[in-house]
């Protein structure tokens, strides 16, 4: 059951603001080490050199400390040996260094049998638990009593993701938001390696209502455009997307019922902006629609959406937001540029840009003279792009043929 308190309380915190640190030790001693054992790493290989913890069960990392008496390393042979356990219900932590791997056990008991302790440190996985009540971008943390696991976390699309979570079953769970409150699930959550745990979530849904007036009052559009690319832009002041890259599902747009084509070409979850296409099959005109776009975690795309945006129409078309590195053409014809000596623009008018010096820099389209893109094949042809000029004493040549010498 998932117990949510939104109060205060005054007993936990109580406790955990005191300024009292307790040491945890014990001074029992014996001819023969109470506690031992020997750890791997998940492949069978010996887990040499890794740092071991024992931590009684009423720890809380809220007031105290891990005694130097309660940790130790291991040898060169994966063992490790303590002469005395730390309470009579422990938990036994290790942490590789090098590679993140981490092990814990809960809840093991002082008896005999603890002479000889087998474990395997695994790579760390992660947990996504529910946390509607709280607003996105609340921070605060996460913690397991009777371990030192202590997380920083963030709220996102009403979610909680933990990350670098030993593999193991952890219970209980509490976050406590810098605010005061909490959530705490009292069930066992099983962290699997490599993996994502989902506990009490809900999938995502985000809808976007999107006005298109093209009547005298907005754009004024006299004629009705077919199979028009629409450029749809969304930023932070929309709604709070962090998370949301975290997340798999499917973008979809309809217009007056119609599921269009659509293409993310930009998308910055951390800033919150996003730029899509979608190519309108009708863009009526003195007419005042509502365009539709949305998000489906867990969905698929429709074979309509997936459609190419630029597939009917158009020679080559270019977006600039993948970096300097490379420039690809959206309709799939292959026209793919080669940026030379330029750089990404720090601003765009959608999506990414890139920046031109204006003395020197371009974009090489190779084997453009070919094919489709064979202007003297072509009866006519229109270029649209968007340019910034930063002034009028430098190049201002935007397209342009380059000559080859050949011999």
Not at 38 to 55: E, I, M, P, S, T
Not at 161 to 175: G, R, T, W
Request: proline share 3%; net charge negative.
């Amino acid at each position: 059951m998932l117990w949510i308190f939104v109060a205060l309380l005054a007993a936990f915190w109580g406790a955990g603001c005191s300024d009292e640190r307790t040491s945890l030790g014990n001074s029992a001693e014996s001819g023969n080490p109470e506690i031992a054992g020997v750890l791997y790493f998940a492949d069978g290989a010996v887990a040499a050199r890794v740092r071991v913890l024992l931590v009684p069960d009423d720890f809380s990392v809220w007031r105290d400390s891990v005694d130097s008496l309660w940790t130790t390393w291991t040898d060169s042979l994966g063992r490790f040996e303590f002469s005395a356990s730390p309470a009579e219900i422990f938990t036994l932590e290790a942490v590789d260094s090098v590679s993140g791997k981490q092990l814990v056990q809960m809840g093991i008991s002082k008896d005999a049998e603890n002479a000889n302790i087998l474990g395997y440190l695994e790579n760390t996985g992660s947990v996504r638990l529910g946390a509607g009540n709280f607003e996105n971008g609340t921070t605060g943390v996460v913690y397991v009593p009777g371990t030192t696991i202590f997380r920083p976390v963030t709220v996102e699309q009403g979610h909680l993701f933990v990350d670098s979570l030993p593999a193991d079953s952890l219970c209980p769970l509490i976050f406590v938001a810098d605010s005061g409150d909490s959530l705490e699930v009292n069930e066992p959550v099983l962290v699997v390696a490599d993996s994502v745990t989902s506990v009490h979530f809900h999938s995502v849904s985000l809808r976007f209502r999107i006005p298109l007036d093209m009547t005298s009052s907005g754009i004024a559009l006299d004629e009705d455009l077919r199979n028009f690319p629409l450029e749809i832009r969304l930023d932070s002041s929309d709604y709070d997307f962090r998370g949301l890259d975290r997340l798999q599902g499917a973008w979809n747009a309809v217009l007056c019922g119609d599921t269009l084509p659509l293409s993310l070409s930009y998308a910055d979850a951390e800033k919150g902006t996003f730029a899509f296409w979608a190519r309108v099959s009708k863009l009526r005109a003195n007419a005042v629609d509502t365009l539709f776009l949305s998000f489906e975690e867990n969905a698929e795309a429709s074979s309509r959406t997936l459609e190419n945006v630029f597939s009917d129409g158009f020679i080559a078309a270019w977006h600039f937001d993948e970096g300097d590195s490379e420039v690809w053409d959206a309709t799939g014809n292959g026209f793919d540029g080669i940026p030379e000596e330029v750089s990404v623009a720090e601003e765009a008018a959608a999506g990414g840009a890139l920046y031109y010096s204006g003395n020197k820099g371009s974009v090489t389209i190779p084997n453009s003279a070919t094919g489709a893109f064979d202007l003297t094949l072509q009866s006519s042809a229109t270029f649209s792009v968007w340019v910034k000029m930063e002034g009028l004493d430098m190049s201002r040549v935007v397209f342009a043929r380059a000559h080859r010498n050949t011999t």
